[in-house]
């Protein structure tokens, strides 16, 4: 993806949020909520895109809780 359309994206979510902001009469908590939100999915995908977020696919994570060795009292990895 290039340059360019990272911009264009982010100028077109921008006056898209503007706009709902200024004209669309809603509560003072439901805009910040929105807004909220908005900039939530803007970041991860701007993660997602430079390839931040693509590295968390390599995060490994169990439920099963690793047990202690009575004798020692160390940990045992379960693999």
Do not use: E
Request: hydrophobic share 55%; proline share 3%; glycine share 8%.
């Amino acid at each position: 993806m290039s340059l360019i359309t990272i911009v264009v994206t982010l100028i077109v979510v921008g006056v898209l949020l503007w706009l709902v902001n200024t004209y669309i009469p809603m509560d003072g908590k439901i805009k910040k909520v929105l807004n909220i939100v908005v900039m939530v999915v803007v970041v991860l995908w701007l993660l997602n895109v430079f390839g931040i977020l693509g590295h968390l696919h390599d995060v490994r994570v169990t439920t099963q809780a690793p047990s202690l060795d009575v004798t020692t009292g160390c940990v045992i990895s379960q693999g």
